[in-house]
């Protein structure tokens, strides 16, 4: 399928649509497309990649939250251009539904399971029946074998977990949102993995494409997965695991190191640089993770050495670092929905309200209300409005805001809110703990309290 031409791509006003690379979404800089990748590349065909974005773009690259690959300012002929260029790599890119695993499946012994069986058995019935065209436009589906990467943040409509269940490996059945909210149906044995989540896919696709996994009733799952749902009353309670950055031992001699751009977003000649530095010191194999992660796999001295030069060239690479508390959207002018530059905001947070991010919970910046960056509740939720900055305590953004604070006052009612838990935290009291103690009416007070 060819680029649409420019004039016939509306901008989106409700998240909700995947902007494929057949199929590229209007922005506030141009089209937008996005690849996701089933297996590993090596670095030399990302620094083509990054030469494409270039040559067919702004030059501007993202790494979305779930492991995608962004292009932007493209035009509609500069968009045909890439896809044709970027199919012409041969590279191993997703097709049709997202069933994501860990870009670590059936290397990373620290893991429960090994998902890549089930996953290209999922796939590869989706294609057979053609339900993906029948299908909600961004459902996805997650199969979390466990290990050093956690899928646990990631939304689903449908997401097997490994569990230990009775000295034996089952899958836990969960539905709709991050796992910490999802149902919990029930459990199955790997035979029946991968067969119920096509039922479900199948029935969620005869109900109607706007329908999703967070639309199905208990009952109704269990009348879909019928004798194949083992019932059992233990309650596996989500934990909270680290980001995938730093060195990851995988096993057997094998590391992996994970790092970040600062808020999912670079310059192709800089991620350009840093493969070509991978290549440089012989690690063969990078794919893009959850958390805007580039995962690289290689020897545990080369891993080093790479980890190492990031973070001299301004990576995230560790888990304690401000920047990766913070969820944010590229904002505008990149983004035609938004209301701020979110970035600026951003690096003020990283940079003067490091006490507050102590990794407790997550800071979500968005340039408008559909909240792309983070569609869960936040702690600390900020959105773009035609009004102002709007404010809310454990909230989506775009939920009614507890407070709406001056373009121009922001970044000093974000100071206010670090000067605060500085001097009025309790001994080992977290910032997740300290500003859910004090309530929504508190802190919008010292949002405020200087308008």
Not at 156 to 173: C, E, F, P, S
Not at 288 to 301: N, V
Request: net charge negative; hydrophobic share 45%; charged share 20%.
């Amino acid at each position: 399928m060819s680029a649409l031409p420019l004039s016939d791509v509306q901008p989106f006003s409700r998240r909700g649509i995947c902007p494929a690379l057949s199929a590229p979404m209007q922005t506030g800089d141009g089209l937008l497309s996005r690849v996701a990748f089933t297996g590993y590349v090596s670095p030399q065909d990302f620094v083509t990649l990054c030469t494409l974005a270039t040559r067919h773009g702004n030059g501007l690259v993202d790494i979305t939250a779930r492991g995608g690959l962004q292009f932007r300012g493209l035009t509609a002929q500069s968009a045909t251009e890439l896809e044709r260029d970027v199919l012409q790599l041969g590279l191993p890119i997703r097709q049709g539904l997202a069933v994501e695993t860990s870009p670590l499946a059936g290397i990373d012994q620290t893991a429960i399971a090994d998902t890549r069986h089930i996953v290209s058995r999922i796939r590869m019935l989706v294609e057979k029946l053609g339900l993906h065209d029948r299908l909600a436009a961004k459902m996805s589906v997650i199969v979390d074998g466990g290990g050093h990467v956690s899928l646990g943040d990631l939304l689903a409509d449908i997401r097997l977990k490994a569990v230990t269940l009775n000295n034996r490996i089952v899958w836990q059945l969960m539905l709709g949102g991050a796992e910490t909210k999802a149902l919990k149906a029930g459990f199955l044995r790997e035979e029946q993995a991968a067969p119920v989540v096509i039922d479900l896919l199948s029935h969620l696709a005869t109900i109607g494409p706007d329908v999703r996994g967070r639309d199905l009733d208990l009952s109704t799952v269990r009348a879909v997965c019928a004798e194949r749902l083992l019932d059992h009353d233990v309650d596996f309670s989500p934990q909270i695991a680290p980001l995938p950055y730093g060195l990851m031992a995988l096993g057997d001699g094998f590391f992996a190191v994970g790092l970040a751009p600062a808020f999912g977003q670079i310059s192709a000649d800089r991620l350009a640089s840093l493969f070509q530095q991978a290549t440089v010191l012989g690690v063969v194999n990078v794919r893009p993770g959850p958390s805007h992660s580039l995962i690289f796999c290689g020897r545990e001295a080369d891993c080093e050495a790479l980890l190492a030069h990031a973070a001299t060239a301004g990576f995230v690479t560790m888990a304690r670092d401000p920047r990766s508390a913070i969820a944010v959207c590229p904002g505008a002018p990149a983004c035609g929905s938004a209301f701020m530059p979110t970035h600026a905001l951003a690096d003020h947070a990283a940079t003067e309200c490091a006490s507050l991010l102590d990794g407790s919970f997550t800071l979500h910046l968005s340039g408008c209300a559909k909240g792309c960056a983070h569609p869960s509740p936040a702690l600390l939720a900020f959105h773009g409005s035609a009004e102002g900055l709007a404010f809310g305590l454990s909230v989506r953004v775009g939920d009614s805001p507890a407070a709406i604070l001056p373009f121009g006052g922001q970044k000093a009612a974000l100071s206010r809110l670090a000067q605060l838990y500085e001097k009025e935290h309790k001994p080992g009291e977290t910032a997740r703990t300290f500003f859910s103690r004090l309530g929504t009416e508190t802190v919008s007070a010292v949002l405020q309290q200087d308008n």
